[in-house]
């Protein structure tokens, strides 16, 4: 493939995801995604040095990852930068060199410097030459999310032919835009699953092993594709001690980035059917929202009992405060971080069916479950009120966090995906 055809391909890619952005999210959310991005942009800069200047000695034995995201992760953003930046730890635990590129060429001094703390070379510049270079050293290349693979995956095999070829699906697009056709009723989001599902079908198809972070999608994919290496690579948190008792807490917590639609139509829905149920039972009860919003949905969220933070810099404060997380999620797929994260810290949880996908969730064990207006608002005020149940909850939380999302766990994965990448 040469340097134009290459580039060319990219710019067909772009449209392809412009037309997927529309479909979710409609002319005006895309506009807006577009500008978030460009105000990010413009408070970065291009990483084309990383930050560890030296190349490093790498012993023959040594084996060497390269890892292609769509942006360099910040845990302040998203679930999805937490659990790459635990991926990159245990990688380095593993005894693994780790080198990282962003799709957008975009990385903070910051981002580099948070990466470089955990051993990892953040590069800028041109992939494919990058891969010209030192694509023979390379024993395993992970490509995350779809539209990062569909772009990269032939030049990686081109030119680092010996390597593994791992694609995380960080969540199954084609699951997510099908349930989101299903609530909207939008038949151009039900095609939009369609080209997803059978484009994310042929990608699986082409990779060595595929990570997904839910049981549900393993057994998906695992009946629709039996003969693909599939492995369940889930979100990855540490429990803590709660520092705070229940009547030390006040007040409902949800965390989720606007961009992401599966959230905006969260709150919306929040908002407008089960806030106003709650607030008639108790009305001193407010709601705190977390996460970037664009100025629009700022505007709609605006109301008495409702407090928009934005993304914050330090989430725990409010975790320690909040009495309760709520998880209204009517569409999506993977794993829901922002469940992961309150059950880690022992804040007890209310959500629907869709957001304890791959949870291991008990109703009334480790979390309660709830599906419509009323009987969601019902779920949050006994467990409000009720001391006794949230102390359960409480408790339940970290235990269930340790069992099903531990690094422990994720290194057993890394080490099952990439058995036969090891140097003799």
């Excluded at 034995?61 to 769509?70: G, H, N, S, Y």
């Excluded at 910040?74 to 659990?83: L, Q």
């Excluded at 030192?134 to 030119?159: F, S, T």
Aim: aromatic residues 6%; neutral net charge; charged residues 25%.
């Amino acid at each position: 493939m040469s340097d134009l055809s290459w580039r060319l391909q990219r710019i067909g890619f772009f449209f392809r995801r412009l037309n997927g952005s529309l479909a979710a999210r409609g002319w005006a959310g895309t506009l807006q995604r577009i500008k978030q991005e460009r105000v990010r942009a413009r408070g970065a800069r291009l990483a084309s040095e990383p930050i560890l200047k030296d190349e490093p000695s790498i012993s023959p034995t040594t084996r060497r990852i390269l890892i292609v995201d769509a942006m360099a992760p910040d845990p302040t953003r998203d679930s999805g930068s937490v659990r790459l930046l635990h991926i990159f730890d245990a990688l380095r635990a593993e005894g693994w060199h780790v080198d990282f590129f962003a799709d957008d060429g975009i990385a903070s001094t910051d981002d580099m410097a948070r990466l470089a703390m955990l051993g990892v070379r953040t590069h800028g510049g041109d992939l494919r030459r990058w891969l010209i270079d030192k694509g023979a050293g390379l024993d395993a290349v992970m490509l995350c999310r779809l539209h990062v693979a569909r772009q990269h995956l032939a030049i990686v095999r081109k030119y680092a032919p010996q390597a593994t070829v791992a694609f995380d699906t960080v969540d199954l697009h084609y699951v997510r835009e099908r349930r989101a056709a299903v609530v909207s009723g939008s038949s151009r989001m039900l095609r939009q699953a369609q080209r997803s599902q059978q484009l994310e079908t042929d990608v699986i198809g082409e990779a060595d092993v595929t990570f997904v972070v839910s049981s549900e999608e393993q057994t998906i994919l695992s009946k629709d594709i039996p003969q693909a290496h599939i492995v369940l690579l889930s979100n990855i948190h540490e429990p803590s001690r709660r520092t705070r008792e229940f009547t030390e807490r006040r007040d409902l917590l949800f965390v989720g980035g606007f961009g992401h639609p599966p959230n905006a139509d969260a709150m919306q829905w929040f908002v407008a059917d089960i806030l106003p149920r709650i607030q008639q039972a108790e009305p001193d009860i407010k709601l705190h929202i977390v996460g970037d919003i664009d100025d629009l949905s700022r505007q709609c969220m605006a109301r008495d009992g409702v407090i928009v933070h934005g993304r914050v810099a330090d989430l725990l404060p409010l975790i320690e405060a909040s009495r309760l997380s709520v998880a209204p999620l009517r569409f999506g797929a993977g794993v829901k971080g922002k469940v992961n994260q309150a059950m880690s810290h022992g804040l007890p949880v209310v959500l629907t069916t869709i957001a304890a996908e791959g949870m291991h969730i008990t109703q009334d064990v480790d979390g309660l479950l709830a599906d419509t207006p009323e009987d969601f608002a019902a779920a949050v005020l006994r467990a409000y009120r009720d001391e006794a149940l949230w102390l359960r909850l409480s408790d339940a939380g970290p235990e269930n966090i340790r069992a099903h999302f531990s690094s422990n766990l994720a290194r057993q994965a890394l080490r099952a995906a990439f058995q036969n990448t090891r140097r003799p």
